[in-house]
């Protein structure tokens, strides 16, 4: 059975930086496209960054290009979100996701169970 164990999440000032990381296990971990997804009180969850198979290809929702930097670690089975220049609207639940495939282009077929990035003014 996959599952994903995200970690790495908190409360952080406006600029400051985090990282979280998401431990993949249950199946071979270069079977899957990776990708960070995240959920604001109140609003629905949103697409953050996604990473191909290969790790050869990356892509970034707009709100957090230049700031947010997505990478995996095939040695340790684990996705990272490097996330800097935070900004109180970056506050959600980060989720994240693997969809068995080469990219992540459709709905993730595996989620993690999230963890909460707080960014105080």
């Known amino acids: 059975q996959v599952q994903l164990v995200e970690s790495g999440g908190g409360l952080v000032q406006a600029g400051g930086s985090l990282r979280l990381s998401c431990a993949a296990s249950?199946?071979?971990?270069?079977?899957?496209?990776m990708g960070w997804f995240r959920q604001a009180p109140g609003k629905e969850r949103e697409f953050v960054a996604a990473i191909t198979r290969s790790g050869l290809i990356t892509t970034y929702a707009d709100s957090v290009k230049g700031r947010f930097t997505i990478s995996r670690d095939s040695a340790k089975n684990t996705a990272y979100l490097q996330m800097n220049s935070l900004k109180p609207e970056d506050t959600a639940v980060y989720y994240c996701a693997a969809r068995i495939g080469m990219a992540l282009t459709t709905t993730p077929n595996y989620w993690g169970q999230g963890t909460q990035v707080t960014v105080s003014s």
């Open positions: 249950g199946r071979t971990f270069s079977d899957f496209a």
